[in-house]
T-cell receptor, first 115, second 111 residues
Framework: GAGVSQSPSNKVTEKGKDVELRCDPI?????LYWYRQRLGQGLEFLIY????????KSGLPSDRFSAERTGESVSTLTIQRTQQEDSAVYLC?????????????FGPGTRLTVL | GEDVEQSLFLSVREGDSSVINCTYT??????LYWYKQEPGAGLQLLTY?????DMKQDQRLTVLLNKKDKHLSLRIADTQTGDSAIYFC???????????FGQGTELSVKP
């Protein structure tokens, strides 16, 4: 596709339910990042995938959060037993590689609301 | 730890210059970036600077980097109402390309 796409665009869920967010990267982009943006705040890094290397999970806030990516394809971010503080916009970004300035292209985000 | 700080709001008149400031803590930053977020739109890379440079100019945009003070600024010349947006400063360390973002500066341009 032309850009990074994410689905769903909006998700409303009840506290305690699991949710799965999807990111479709730009074709050929080997690096994929997940960020979280709480209302009125900057982006927090969550997790990063680069090719077949082990992911950098250093930003995941708790063990309720996990993400998968197979090769250079789609990634899913799963939040188990959602809490109200998980409400945020979840942004996915991809980059061609890590060379040079490594421009990250962002998707439109998934707005998650936990009631 | 890594931290990036920005002032939250800036208001200017159309035609004036805008200067948005950012400070960061990671001395191993390789690249520093300015991203723009418009209402209802995703983040877009506006410009970037490599850490061994102290200035970069791109049309109406001038980026200044003071590596000693860990201070980055973005100057927008002849600011237009279309420049109204939230501007995020971000730094990239030397591991993996993840970005550390500031909390964003909301720029309001009054006609």
């Amino acid at each position: 596709g032309a850009g990074v796409s994410q689905s769903p665009s909006n998700k409303v869920t009840e506290k305690g339910k699991d949710v799965e967010l999807r990111c479709d990267p730009i074709s050929g982009h080997t690096a994929l990042y997940w960020y979280r943006q709480r209302l009125g705040q900057g982006l927090e890094f969550l997790i990063y995938f680069q090719g077949n290397s082990a992911p950098d999970k250093s930003g995941l806030p708790s063990d309720r959060f996990s993400a998968e990516r197979t090769g250079e394809s789609v990634s899913t971010l799963t939040i188990q037993r959602t809490q109200q503080e998980d409400s945020a916009v979840y942004l996915c970004a991809t980059a061609r590689d890590l060379l040079s300035y490594n421009e990250q292209f962002f998707g439109p985000g998934t707005r998650l609301t936990v009631l | 730890g890594e931290d990036v700080e920005q002032s939250l709001f800036l208001s200017v008149r159309e035609g004036d210059s805008s200067v948005i400031n950012c400070t960061y803590t990671d001395s191993s930053s390789t690249y520093l970036y300015w991203y723009k977020q418009e209402p209802g739109a995703g983040l877009q890379l506006l410009t970037y600077i490599f850490s061994n440079m102290d200035m970069k100019q791109d049309q109406r945009l001038t980026v200044l980097l003071n590596k000693k003070d860990k201070h980055l600024s973005l100057r927008i010349a002849d600011t237009q109402t279309g420049d109204s947006a939230i501007y995020f400063c971000a730094e990239r360390g030397n591991q993996g390309g993840k970005l550390i973002f500031g909390q964003g500066t909301e720029l309001s341009v009054k006609p």
